[in-house]
């Protein structure tokens, strides 16, 4: 198991305070019992205060590494660069996995690095394209500063010469882990309230489509939370088996 990687600093006001209680004459020629106390509550508070601003600057830090990774793997996915996706997921990890509308998991790195590789074939198709936009970031870090969960909005579309124009509307979910200081990508699920063609309202859409069956790897396990508008919107409560915002952990 990684270690914490959030250590609290040792500094040399600690040194330097030692040394000073060290020094001091037991008989009463240093300093006194009481400016001792003081002295020890200062740097004690010093710590204190050190070690909470160098958490601070590692959130923010892991915030900005954290966005900056999603950003890399849409861009990627928009530009057609899919042999750089994999990179940046967690491969090692058994039950990494990424899954899209009804696409299905795919699970474990062979998996996804199967399914990227099958979207190398997009690139012969004349018109393809896929951009996901990635919006109102809610993100929660560990305590530890070890993984984190978030919740993304994504207002998309595609095209092919095959399907034409259709949006792709929905939040996307995606945990991550930290492995030896870098961000990965943990599981991600873009699940989508509508995906229909560009000349239909969502409202009046017949279907949302599919993506099930149309890349030449299969998934390892059914889509788990993927529900189109078309099927839910008669429905009370519809966003019920949407997960919550992550809570802190």
Same mark, same amino acid.
């Given at each position: ?11 040399? +006001?600690? &040194?330097? $305070? =030692? ?7 037991? @008989? #009463?020629?240093? !300093?006194?019992? +009481?400016? &001792?106390? $003081? =002295? ?7 710590? @204190? #205060?050190?070690? !909470? ?6 959130? =923010? ?189």
């Amino acid at each position: 198991m990684q270690a914490n990687t959030r250590k609290p600093l040792v500094t040399i +006001a600690t &040194l330097s $305070a =030692l040394l000073l209680l060290s020094s001091c004459n037991p @008989a #009463g020629n240093g !300093a006194s019992d +009481a400016q &001792l106390a $003081a =002295l020890a509550t200062r740097v004690t508070n010093l710590e @204190a #205060g050190l070690t !909470a601003g160098k958490l601070r600057v590692e959130y =923010l830090e892991d915030m900005n590494a954290i966005q900056k990774l999603q950003a890399k793997y849409l861009h990627s996915l928009f530009t057609q660069r899919y042999e750089n996706i994999p990179a940046l997921f967690a491969l090692d990890k058994p039950d990494v996995s990424v899954e899209f509308s009804d696409s299905g998991v795919y699970r474990g790195g062979d998996s996804v690095r199967g399914l990227y590789k099958a979207f190398e074939a997009t690139r012969n198709a004349p018109g393809f394209f896929l951009m996901h936009l990635a919006v109102d970031p809610y993100i929660e870090i560990a305590k530890d500063g070890l993984s984190a969960k978030a919740h993304w909005l994504s207002p998309g579309v595609s095209n092919s010469a095959r399907n034409g124009s259709s949006w792709i509307w929905g939040p996307y979910y995606v945990d991550y882990v930290k492995e030896d200081g870098a961000w990965k990508i943990h599981h991600s699920n873009l699940a989508p309230l509508f995906r229909n063609p560009y000349n239909y309202s969502w409202n009046d859409a017949p279907n949302h489509g599919s993506v099930n069956g149309q890349l030449s790897v299969k998934p390892d396990e059914p889509s788990t939370i993927y529900r189109p508008f078309n099927e839910v919107k008669k429905e009370p409560n519809m966003f019920r088996n949407n997960p919550d915002l992550p809570a802190p952990y």
